[in-house]
């Protein structure tokens, strides 16, 4: 058997890339601290949509699940708060999920997303704007997939897809509803239809049926909509290959108009109806939207507007009037608002995340653009309410945590330091509640996942990454943002291209030798956490990389690339933005950038965790890792699979497992430094899920 006793310096990184919640508390943490506990009792605002008249806000407050609920993902509540006042009234409220608010052009009512009912499919409702009873508008055989107001107020545009035929419903009846994999798909099909009157609904008019429709918009006269769609209905080709169209409502005449060739964002037509604002890709190789572009209604050419060689990645347009876009972006770890006329020229800065020390969400203006609602967080608390007049800072409406306060968070800070190659690398630090004067602390990286994707200046601690409880629990935690994020520019993210594991984990490991020959972490226990790519990541460490960590939680990670390739609901993606080659002509480099490849090397604990119905990266990636690991005569290594979980955990047992789980199997191989070889930590932890269970 392999010596798996500590061998001179050996480092221990988290890398959570995900998600995270919360629960149980007290035995982990210092009383002042964020406990496990407390993390399930945090709310959030997630969207906010503020009124025609720029008086009200319509917002969605979420929350999780009570441990003995029954399981699901996060409770959503509707909330309308007074501008003016700021004072809030509940208007939809319990264990409901209502999503995307939009308010009627005439602001007297406003229409969300709900299912009501275990059997229901999702529909569109509405709610008088001055109170009242909630009342469907949609009687869809299928659920409701995104919706928007023709411009009139009278009728509702939405996307579902076709019910099921007779014949297709007595067939599965039967027992004959066989998979025919990517063949047989059902588009998202675009439909216009009345409000109901007197109880009467409308029959819906079917305006697209043989394309997928991911998102549209009405022209403000309500003549057009201009909208995203693919052919076929594959979230692959929803990432790579969605194409904008515009499509008359006189006569239903469908034509192209634009072909972004590579990922698209949301698009938003100007005031005057007369050009298209978007988001999109610089080049069908840039894995995210980066760009902002425009084009006019009789045109086929967009104009990139973004800044040359812009240093960040743009997220979100609109327009702030006939003449100007308004754009959103991440620049390094902070958020920014800029204007720039529709012809080009320099941008105006509006508004300075860093500045204001927030990170905000989109903006989504009254009629007049005058008053802006936005969602955003901060290091100090998740994300909250803000209204902004387009001038000073964003004002807070929303407490959603009115304890927080009393808890003691890790302070927060930006971190720089040299890759092995010189390059400049920006992450973010949060340092321990409390410190050993003593001793120098234990370190948990934790890795996000994308790799398109980077953390931001605000809130961090969700139920995969819990980063404000391990400071808590005395832990140093650094969240890299390493070559291959976004909000750095084409150029950075690009250099994950076709290099997987390559530069982007040495940053990681380069980070870690700078905090330890800083003297701030402790060389000898390090842990990491990470999902997804960062899964990818904690899989490296575990195993190429292992004399740098101590122990892992892999999170719905990836262990070979080789076999990934074929099992993952997105091949073209990974193909285009990723890899840049076909397999058969990068096997050699798959195989060897594959943790599998190095497990006989690792000397880390490694906790893998996951959904088991995951389709992105399909649970035989944990599998293979762990049987690798395990046949390899390994002795610290544990798999955990969630049953209907996908890519990330929904429904709180498994936010809730995912959570305690991770911070003992940190605790037991980081911070008290157990044996490899020995006891593992405890398997069973149903005594502190918060349940009321029968004794053992």
Not at 101 to 113: M, Q, V, Y
Not at 167 to 181: A, P, S, T, V
Not at 496 to 517: M, N, S
Not at 599 to 612: D, E, M, N, Q, Y
Request: aromatic fraction near 10%; charged fraction near 20%; hydrophobic fraction near 40%.
């Amino acid at each position: 058997m392999r010596d798996f006793r500590p061998r001179g310096r050996h480092l221990t990184v988290v890398v959570l890339g995900l998600l995270l919640a919360g629960l149980t508390a007290g035995a982990f943490a210092a009383p002042a601290a964020l406990s496990p506990g407390d993390m399930c009792r945090l709310r959030s605002v997630t969207e906010a949509r503020i009124s025609p008249d720029g008086k009200w806000i319509a917002a969605v407050v979420s929350r999780q699940r009570e441990a003995g609920d029954a399981p699901g993902g996060n409770y959503a509540e509707l909330h309308v708060w007074s501008v003016e006042t700021g004072q809030a009234r509940p208007f939809i409220t319990g264990q409901v999920a209502v999503s995307a608010p939009e308010w009627s052009p005439d602001g007297r009512l406003i229409a969300f997303l709900l299912k009501r009912g275990d059997d229901a499919k999702t529909q569109i409702w509405t709610i008088p704007a001055d109170g009242g009873e909630a009342a469907p508008a949609t009687q869809s055989a299928t659920d409701v997939l995104a919706f928007r107001w023709h411009p009139d107020g009278s009728r509702l545009a939405y996307v579902a897809q076709p019910s099921p035929t007779a014949r297709e419903q007595e067939l599965e009846k039967k027992g004959y509803n066989f998979i025919y994999f990517e063949e047989n798909l059902k588009p998202r099909a675009l439909h216009l239809v009345g409000l109901p009157a007197g109880g009467v609904f409308p029959e819906p008019v079917l305006l697209v049926g043989d394309l997928s429709v991911w998102d549209f918009c009405f022209s403000p006269d309500g003549a057009r909509i201009a909208l995203a769609a693919t052919e076929r209905n594959l979230v692959d080709h929803m990432y790579m290959f969605q194409k904008i169209y515009r499509l008359e409502l006189a006569d239903r005449a469908l034509t192209p108009w634009v072909d972004p060739d590579g990922k698209l964002g949301r698009l938003a037509f100007s005031p005057d109806g007369a050009k298209l604002a978007y988001t999109a890709a610089a080049e069908r190789k840039d894995h995210a939207e980066s760009q902002v572009y425009v084009v006019a209604q009789g045109g086929r050419t967009p104009r990139n507007l973004t800044p040359p060689d812009f240093a960040g990645h743009v997220a979100w347009a609109g327009w702030q009037d006939a003449d100007t876009v308004l754009y959103l972006a991440g620049e390094g770890v902070s958020q920014t608002l800029s204007a720039v006329a529709w012809r080009g020229g320099e941008r105006r800065l509006l508004l300075d995340g860093a500045a204001c020390g927030l990170v905000f969400g989109a903006p989504h203006a009254a009629r007049d653009g005058r008053v802006m609602a936005m969602t955003g967080h901060a290091a100090a608390h998740p994300t909250e309410l803000f209204v902004w007049t387009g001038t000073g800072e964003p004002r807070r409406l929303s407490w959603s945590n009115p304890w927080l306060p009393e808890r003691t968070l890790g302070r927060q800070e930006v971190i720089r330091y040299a890759a092995r190659d010189g390059r400049s690398i920006e992450g973010l630090l949060v340092h321990p509640t409390a410190e050993e004067p003593s001793r120098k602390p234990p370190l948990v990286v934790v890795v996000h996942g994308g790799p398109e994707a980077h953390y931001a200046n605000g809130w961090l601690t969700r139920y995969s990454e819990p980063v404000q409880v391990l400071a808590g629990m005395g832990y140093l935690v650094f969240l890299p943002n390493y070559r291959a994020s976004t909000g750095y520019g084409v150029a950075f993210a690009a250099e994950g291209y076709g290099d997987p594991a390559g530069k982007e984990f040495d940053d990681i490991a380069d980070g870690i030798d700078h905090l330890v020959c800083a003297g701030m972490a402790d060389a000898g226990r390090v842990g990491l956490i990470g999902g997804s790519y960062g899964g990818y990541a904690a899989a490296w460490f575990a195993s190429y990389y292992t004399r740098y960590v101590r122990a892992v939680c892999m999170f719905v990670g990836i262990s070979d690339l080789v076999s990934k390739r074929g099992t993952t609901d997105i091949p073209y993606e990974e193909l285009q933005v990723h890899s840049g080659k076909p397999l058969e002509q990068m096997w050699e480099l798959a195989l060897q950038r594959s943790p599998l490849y190095h497990a006989a090397k690792s000397r880390t604990a490694v906790l893998i965790i996951g959904g088991a119905q995951d389709t992105r990266v399909h649970p035989s990636q944990s599998l293979e890792f762990y049987r690798q690991l395990k046949m390899t005569g390994h002795p610290a290594v544990r798999l955990v699979q969630y049953p209907g979980e996908g890519h990330g955990n929904r429904k709180q047992p498994g936010r809730i497992d995912t959570l305690l789980r991770q911070l003992d199997w940190l605790d037991w191989y980081v911070r008290d430094l157990k044996p490899l070889d020995g006891p593992l930590p405890p398997l069973d932890l149903s005594d502190r899920y918060g349940l009321t269970l029968p004794d053992r």
